[in-house]
């Protein structure tokens, strides 16, 4: 049996005893790659090929995935990390992964829903999800906030703070956003990594989400402050938060 096809049988055999509830919270895998990113997104109908890595992040990495032809951002939540013992992997559970990959989809799905503009969100199976590639037509990934050169920096630091007002609105705090975390695709602005954000909209145990959003707030607002001011660029942050403060503690 080929490599591939020998990656593509264990993927399935792991899925399938996960589903049954057959392994422990932390099970040993192996190092995830590309072909069995590709064969676990072709068995979830979220693409029908992955051709490289995006990025990489601590939980999750995002791949270039096609659907019938079309660009597609693949994002797959780890079920491993790297333990002491050099060559030793240790596995998160499906389940936790899985959450991880529900609420970020959940919350980029209501932003979108909202008018902030974020890719938009496509499908979610398991510890992955896609959404819409923001790219050229060579599928080179938009750039960072903080690769990006423009005459008007003041111009560019309001449609940003527009974005955290745009979240604060939907009743979502992005809780860690910054230069990293917005791309520029023809010339629009759009927020991405949303693993730690907070949602404000359920009535549950608002008032302690409420609590614990705010520094989340003001890290976000803290964070912009510090890039623009590279560029003599003033954000108030103090002023801001005022400002966005109640539409974060309205019920509306």
């Known amino acids: 049996m080929a490599e591939r096809e020998l990656s593509s049988t264990r993927s399935f055999w792991k899925r399938k005893q996960l589903r ?8 040993e895998v192996r190092e995830t790659d590309l072909y069995t990113v590709r ?28 659907w019938k032809g079309s660009p597609l951002a693949l994002k797959v939540y780890r079920l491993h990390r790297t333990a002491q013992r050099k060559g030793s992997m240790i596995g998160y559970a ?11 989809f959940t919350t980029l799905q209501k932003a979108y829903r909202s008018g902030v503009p974020v890719p938009t969100p496509a ?14 037509d060579s ?13 008007d920096m003041c111009e560019l630091a309001r449609q940003t703070l527009g974005i955290v007002e745009k979240l604060a609105r939907a009743s979502i ?12 695709d023809n010339d629009r602005l759009f927020a991405i990594d949303f693993l730690q954000s907070i949602d404000l909209s359920s009535r549950v145990d608002r008032h302690r989400q409420v609590e614990l959003a705010k520094p989340l707030l003001v890290r976000d607002l803290e964070n912009l402050s510090h890039f623009f001011a590279k560029h003599d660029v003033r954000i108030d942050v103090a002023e801001e938060y005022m400002r966005l403060l109640p539409l974060l503690e309205s019920e509306g």
């Open 39 to 66: 064969a676990d997104a072709m068995e979830g109908g979220l693409a029908d090929s992955v051709a490289r890595v995006l990025g990489t992040g601590k939980e999750a990495d995002v791949y270039l995935a096609l």
């Open 20 to 27: 049954e509830g057959r392994r422990s919270r932390y099970v």
């Open 123 to 136: 499908k979610r199976v398991d510890n992955m999800f896609t959404m819409k590639f923001l790219g050229d």
């Open 173 to 184: 705090v992005h809780g860690d956003l910054s230069e990293y975390n917005i791309v520029v």
């Open 139 to 151: 599928f080179e990934k938009a750039p960072q906030l903080k690769d990006v050169e423009v005459e």
């Open 94 to 104: 499906q389940d936790r992964m899985g959450a991880l990959a529900a609420k970020e």
